[in-house]
């Protein structure tokens, strides 16, 4: 057969398959197929040899232009099957960013740590430093250097889980007062720090008791600090805490480390003093213990008495959430109810 009618026929065809090529495989085997070493082009080339001199460089130039064609045929097809397969690809994937998405729950501070949070903000913006003391402590700091040495009746008022007998689980935050006064450096300026945490009695769980409950530490040391900086601070935290009308009263009591010392209630923020369930009658509500930092305390942290002094206090989060939102029993702090917990959500 005529080579130049072959290779017309050879171009049809192969056109045909070109465009009847419905993916990227097919599309490669008809290259491999037309285009091959092996293929019916290479074959009509080959088949030259018996052509006159002249027509040999005819043909050959026609068999190349057709061989371009075919390939450019098929480059431009598998361009456009490499474009539908992507479009296919989008499509499956589309979004519909107007279906309604999974809800989270949003999860909230415990009602423990706002009131935490709440006290911390407050003196954080009275220019107090918040520090973290150890939970299992020595007995040096829990009571030694608060004046409790041992054997002095005063421990008793804090049952005590020991783990060796100079090792235990702190009874209170106080410790971390002795411990900031060791290291503080009044070069710098005076000491005025709170540190909450918890601490751990060894007391028989019941509405009011939790062997492990929180407290906040309060304690500054500078010159000519007086009982009435005491009494304006703990002001502060009663009207933060329960309410702008809230007053607080000082009534004598006993602590080893301050002297004097006070035990201090609020006005109740239920009745507003006349009396009720709340206050039991009292119109006063109990929240915390302070005093001026007894001298034996500043000696033993290294701090001149006859130059320095300071007050203390010491209050329980715990005892201010139950009042301020009349939980019943303090063991409810501690069993992670998520409906308990729910009910003093920051949004309102
Ligand atoms: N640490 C005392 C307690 O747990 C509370 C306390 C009272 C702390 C008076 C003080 C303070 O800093 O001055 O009962």
Redesign the pocket.
């Known amino acids: 057969m005529d080579l130049r009618k072959k290779l017309e026929e050879l171009k049809h065809n192969g056109l045909n398959d070109i465009q009847s090529a419905k993916d990227l495989e097919k599309i490669n085997d008809i290259r491999v197929n037309l285009l091959g070493k092996k293929g019916p082009i290479t074959e009509v080339l080959r088949g030259m040899r018996d052509l006159s001199a002249e027509e040999r460089p005819q043909v050959g130039s026609f068999a190349n232009k057709i061989r371009d064609e075919l390939a450019q045929a098929i480059a431009k097809r598998k361009e456009e099957l490499e474009l539908e397969k992507i479009a296919a690809k989008l499509e499956q994937e589309t979004i519909d960013v107007t279906l309604p998405g999974i809800q989270v729950k949003q999860g909230q501070a415990h009602v423990l740590t706002q009131i935490i949070d709440q006290i911390e903000e407050l003196f954080l913006g009275m220019g107090y430093q918040i520090v973290d003391g150890p939970e299992v402590e020595e007995d040096h700091y829990n009571f030694e250097m608060?004046n409790l040495p041992k054997d002095h009746p005063a421990r008793d008022?804090?049952d005590t889980f020991y783990i060796t007998e100079q090792i235990l689980m702190r009874?209170?935050?106080?410790p971390v007062?002795a411990r900031t006064m060791e290291v503080h450096d009044f070069s710098k300026g005076p000491l005025k720090m709170i540190s909450p945490g918890k601490?751990y009695r060894r007391d028989t769980d019941d509405a009011t008791h939790s062997h492990q409950f929180h407290?906040i530490?309060?304690?500054v040391i500078d010159k000519n600090i007086t009982m009435a900086d005491l009494k304006g601070t703990l002001e502060l935290i009663a009207k933060t805490v329960f309410g702008k009308e809230r007053e607080i009263r000082m009534r004598p009591?006993y602590?080893p480390?301050?002297e004097p010392?006070?035990e201090v209630d609020v006005s109740c923020f239920k009745c507003g003093g006349k009396g009720c369930n709340v206050c039991k009658g009292t119109g006063w509500i109990e929240v915390?213990?302070?005093?001026m930092?007894h001298p034996n305390v500043l000696k033993m942290a290294g701090i001149d008495p006859e130059v320095y002094g300071g007050?203390?206090?010491?209050?329980?989060p715990d005892r201010f959430a139950m009042l301020k939102y009349g939980v019943e029993d303090i063991r409810d702090f501690y069993l992670n109810d998520a409906r308990f917990l729910q009910q003093f959500s920051q949004k309102g």
């Open positions: 608060l008022m804090q009874t209170q935050t106080s007062q601490v407290q530490e309060g304690l009591s602590f480390f301050t010392s006070a915390l213990g302070s005093g930092v007050f203390a206090f010491g209050l329980g």
